[in-house]
């Protein structure tokens, strides 16, 4: 969105939300997202939402994989946001390629289609959000915050079909863990998991359990070595699977 001059159209800083210092995403120094998506309207309509918030600034956007592959490993960014079908590739592999080159960045899949397989393909991928175009009820900016201060972005109609997936792939109930799986997280730590699979940032987990987002990070740390997982949707999923949520 522009403004009459051409520039790009930006809301006043009166209109961006209270954000406290510590998390991520301010005006002084926004979050950095590249956008990857082959239908132009789309982009557009992600980008307008990106642009309408100070602490987001949109540095690249691409309109297929090869395309989307070139931006990755020229231009510096903190959030990928991409579709699934690119038409000449996949948003899989390019998330595969960009968790590779930069371990450091975020991933979001917006995608037209409700697939369970590919969600969690792209969780284990390194994904930590899957937004479905037709049902998402909150904003794209949102979702990029979200998951840069150490949450999670995923429609509430999606979230509950991969809960009934899980419960069936369990026997149509959540069976209980096994003994040495009860072991490996302690009272704490289901606790701060359960929140974290909430989509809640480690800021909110700290201020509803009463202790600090350090300590909240530190439970998180706890849960990836003793879960063997590398990202928080791989704990949640691996947790999910198992009955430990």
């Given amino acids: 969105m522009r403004d009459s001059e051409g520039l790009p159209f930006r809301l006043p800083a009166a209109a961006v939300p209270t954000w406290p210092e510590f998390f991520r995403g301010q005006e002084a120094n ?4 590249l956008l990857v998506d082959d239908d132009a309207h789309i982009r557009n309509t992600v980008v307008r939402d990106l642009m309408a918030d100070l602490r987001i600034q949109v540095v690249g956007q691409a309109g297929s994989f090869r395309e989307g592959r070139r931006l990755v490993g020229m231009q510096a960014f903190d959030v990928l946001l991409v579709d699934l079908n690119l038409g000449d590739g996949s948003g899989l592999e ?6 590779a080159l930069r371990p450091g960045i975020e991933a979001i899949v917006i995608s ?4 369970e397989q590919r969600v969690l393909q792209a969780f284990e991928l390194g994904a930590t959000g899957f937004l479905v175009k037709s049902s998402w009820f909150g904003s794209f900016a949102q979702a990029v915050l979200q998951v840069v201060n150490g949450g999670a972005s995923i429609t509430p109609q999606l979230a509950r079909r991969l ?7 369990n026997g149509g109930a959540r069976s209980a863990p096994a003994p040495a799986e009860r072991e490996k997280l302690s009272d704490r730590e289901r606790e701060v998991l359960k929140l974290v699979a909430s989509g809640h940032t480690s800021a909110e987990v700290g201020g509803r359990l009463q ?5 909240v990070n530190s439970h998180v740390k706890n849960i990836y070595r003793k ?3 590398k990202t928080r949707a791989q704990a949640v999923s691996y947790a999910g699977a198992r009955g430990l949520l």
């Fill in 163 to 169: 809960l009934m997936r899980f419960e069936k792939s």
């Fill in 227 to 229: 879960l063997r997982v």
């Fill in 30 to 33: 926004p979050i950095r997202v």
């Fill in 211 to 215: 202790i600090s987002a350090q300590t």
């Fill in 94 to 99: 390019l998330i595969e390629h960009a968790k």
């Fill in 112 to 115: 037209s289609m409700e697939d």
